[in-house]
């Protein structure tokens, strides 16, 4: 077993045993920026993509009845990506859309009124909005920029070009020739990089967790956004990750190479397979400037990182995560089934824009419905974090239960969730409130007032038999997927909706009786009509 088996089981144990440093604390005022900074660069603003036509959100929530992986676009859509379409899909999911200043719940609510302390709104969820994913473009002759590698600055909607050349060829080299078709023959890339002290800041060891469910969050609002266009998206996730590093400038102890996604781009054929020339590669000579006058490094952060990285052009075959796959619920017991899912007929973008944390707003006299729970079930337990493991999405790697406290009809109590039959099975009888909020660390969501509190569990230590230790960044991207898809499909049925990190995770492997079955219990995510008319300020910026 790899070191990732002992953060798994960390990560899994850390509500009773903290992780080191147990004693760390953050300096709140000496964190970082929540976003990369690179003074100089040369930026080229993006058009805001508004002209658009509104494409449905649903045709990336709920798969295809034919099993396709895309539904057709808005009428008269491109075949693939054009400047306007990728320009669209930053801001719609990473770009500041609006400030939020509502009355809520959480521990940051007094310093939202002051600008240092502002807290922006963006489509995708982060782990306590720290946001540390950069993308980075990288641009081949078929883009309608000058070749080169490009950093999307979230704050001003703009490109930067951090180096000029065609680098696309040694991109593909670094991708492998066993690569994805469609990676081979793209020469337009967005690759993921994560900055690990944007968020070991405040969540030190447990900070690599974290940014694993920060890619695999904005990996899935691509795949949603890209669906609703006709078109598709899908992240590649081993390659040579240090000659990555090496394109970029960085350095693979401070940020990692998550994910590379190659896009199709409308017009574009098939890539060159041009001979990359002898010698070094070219490399990004401009540098993130830090804001934090001290960093830390945690030696656990740096053992994932090093345990994750080894080996990672060792592509595995596909169907390798097979083993790993969730868990059929068995027939038998006490059933309830619930109606075919449905969305109504909204844009992905007003979807988008309308997402975010509900933070003790809930409201119990307001039950939710059976068609929206299983609405939000449905498209959750279709999500997959994909990768060549599982090129198809087809193998489920997640298992969902529903602890119930006021859905309509349906009676207080712990169910899985089985998508097949389109079934509750009860699992644990009776009111689970006390036992949802004696179990849950902070004070930001009283969680009996919520409708329902969704646990999705992935076979952590399954995939990381079958696939290595680089196996950790799929199975916790896959949660951060599902949380993304959570938050979506609420949005889409007008619910209010949040996902936490923060609570004993071996008390719902004992609740749920997982012991045993490799299952661990990822996130919690409430779900639940909000209170009317709550006090709020409206401040879009997009």
């Not at 903290?18 to 930026?43: H, L, Q």
């Not at 009355?103 to 720290?130: C, E, V």
């Not at 337009?188 to 002290?197: A, D, F």
């Not at 990285?309 to 059929?328: H, N, T």
């Amino acid at each position: 077993m790899g070191y990732a088996h002992e953060y798994a089981d960390a990560v899994l144990h850390r509500g009773r045993v903290p992780m080191e440093p147990a004693d760390f604390v953050p300096d709140w005022p000496d964190g970082p920026r929540r976003a990369k900074f690179y003074p100089g660069a040369e930026s080229y603003a993006l058009p805001d993509g508004n002209d658009l036509a509104d494409a449905p959100a649903r045709a990336g929530l709920l798969p295809r009845p034919d099993g396709g992986a895309t539904a057709a676009g808005p009428s008269g859509a491109p075949a693939g990506f054009t400047l306007p379409l990728l320009s669209a899909m930053l801001k719609d999911s990473y770009g500041l859309t609006g400030r939020r200043l509502g009355i809520q719940a959480n521990s940051d609510l007094s310093g939202l009124p002051f600008y240092t302390h502002a807290n922006w709104s963006r489509g995708t969820a982060g782990g306590g909005g720290l946001y540390p994913v950069g993308v980075y473009w990288a641009s081949g002759p078929s883009g309608p920029l000058t070749p080169g590698i490009h950093h999307y600055d979230v704050h001003r909607h703009a490109m930067q070009r951090l180096l000029t050349g065609d680098v696309t060829a040694r991109v593909r080299e670094a991708l492998g020739p066993d690569a994805p078709a469609e990676a081979l023959e793209s020469d337009q890339y967005l690759i993921l990089g994560v900055k690990y002290w944007q968020t070991a800041f405040k969540y030190n060891s447990f900070g690599y967790h974290v940014v694993c469910t920060d890619v695999g969050t904005l990996a899935q609002t691509w795949r949603i956004w890209a669906a609703a266009h006709g078109l598709r998206t899908a992240p590649v996730l081993w390659f040579d990750e240090p000659r990555l590093n090496g394109l970029l400038g960085t350095a693979g102890e401070e940020e990692g190479v998550f994910a590379v996604v190659p896009l199709r781009w409308d017009g574009a054929g098939s890539a060159p397979r041009t001979a990359v020339a002898d010698g070094p590669d070219p490399a990004v000579r401009h540098r993130d400037v830090e804001r934090s006058r001290t960093v830390i490094e945690f030696p656990t952060v740096l053992a994932m990182h090093a345990a994750t990285s080894a080996g990672a052009a060792d592509r595995p075959a596909p169907g390798a995560l097979a083993p790993a796959a969730a868990r059929p619920v068995p027939e038998g017991g006490t059933r309830v089934p619930l109606p075919a899912p449905a969305f109504p007929e909204v844009p992905v973008r007003g979807v988008l824009r309308a997402r975010r944390s509900s933070f003790g707003r809930f409201d119990a006299a307001r039950p939710v419905t059976p068609g929206q729970l299983s609405s939000v079930l449905a498209a959750c337990a279709a999500t997959s974090f994909g990768g060549e493991a599982d090129p198809d999405g087809a193998l489920r790697q997640v298992r969902l239960y529903a602890f119930v406290n006021h859905v309509t009809g349906l009676a207080p109590g712990a169910y899985v969730y089985d998508p097949e039959a389109g079934e509750l099975a009860l699992v644990v009888p009776g009111p689970q409130a006390a036992f949802l909020q004696e179990n849950y660390f902070l004070a930001n969501y009283n969680l009996e007032q919520a409708g329902v509190v969704l646990v999705p569990t992935v076979r952590t230590t399954a995939v990381l038999d079958a696939v290595g230790d680089r196996g950790y960044r799929l199975a916790v991207g896959t949660a951060g997927a599902v949380a993304q898809t959570f938050y979506l499909a609420a949005s889409a049925l007008s619910l209010g909706a949040g996902v936490a990190l923060g609570f004993d995770n071996v008390s719902f492997v004992e609740r749920l009786g997982l012991e045993g079955t490799a299952e661990a219990p990822l996130l919690i995510m409430p779900l639940g009509n909000e209170r009317p008319g709550p006090a709020d300020f409206r401040h879009e910026i997009a």
